[in-house]
């Protein structure tokens, strides 16, 4: 955050098949060198691929991955006294959906052997359902959050 000058949010655009801001931010997560057409192409194969497999729309398993994978608290270094405590804090709406916007990204990308779509596809698929790595990158954040709950009180 810039000290002197106000800090503006980025408005992201709706994607142009759905209309949700939501999958236009996740597509521009998605993109790499400017290559939104590319982005795009991986984002909405993985949706039909996601279509087939449940027979459900493919919005509400997108959402729903998004909604498991966004993290409530997680942990800040602070230094006190000479020593680092990892702090935990409350995570607000907008970083929340971003690391897990990011977690999800991360783990369909680590998925070798398979395309990018297919990939993606898995991943948001497991998200939905409560698996996968992006979950378990939550948990795994909730987890050192709990076990650093003695430390809260140098939240500040």
């Given at each position: 955050?810039?000290?002197?000058?106000?800090?503006?949010?980025?408005?992201?655009?709706?994607?142009?098949?759905?209309?949700?801001?939501?999958?236009?931010?996740?597509?521009?997560?998605?993109?790499?060198?400017?290559?939104?057409?590319?982005?795009q192409k991986i984002f909405y194969k993985s949706l039909e691929i996601i279509k087939q497999k449940t027979g459900k729309p493919p919005e509400e398993s997108?959402?729903?991955?998004?909604?498991?994978?966004?993290?409530?608290?997680?942990?800040?270094?602070?230094?006190?006294?000479?020593?680092?405590?990892?702090?935990?804090?409350?995570?607000?709406?907008?970083?929340?959906?971003?690391?897990?916007?990011?977690?999800?990204?991360?783990?369909?990308?680590?998925?070798?052997?398979?395309?990018?779509?297919?990939?993606?596809?898995?991943?948001?698929?497991?998200?939905?359902?409560?698996?996968?790595?992006?979950?378990?990158?939550?948990?795994?954040?909730?987890?050192?959050?709990?076990?650093?709950?003695?430390?809260?009180?140098?939240?500040?």
């Amino acid at each position: 955050m810039p000290r002197r000058r106000v800090f503006f949010k980025r408005k992201y655009e709706a994607d142009p098949v759905y209309g949700d801001i939501l999958i236009g931010k996740f597509i521009n997560m998605l993109m790499k060198q400017g290559k939104k057409g590319l982005a795009q192409k991986i984002f909405y194969k993985s949706l039909e691929i996601i279509k087939q497999k449940t027979g459900k729309p493919p919005e509400e398993s997108f959402r729903k991955a998004i909604a498991n994978t966004k993290p409530m608290l997680e942990v800040k270094p602070r230094r006190v006294g000479g020593a680092t405590y990892q702090v935990p804090i409350e995570v607000n709406e907008s970083r929340g959906m971003s690391l897990a916007i990011r977690w999800i990204i991360t783990a369909a990308k680590q998925k070798k052997g398979k395309p990018m779509a297919a990939g993606l596809a898995e991943e948001l698929l497991d998200a939905s359902n409560n698996k996968g790595a992006a979950v378990k990158k939550r948990e795994d954040t909730h987890k050192m959050a709990d076990a650093n709950r003695a430390f809260a009180h140098y939240r500040w």
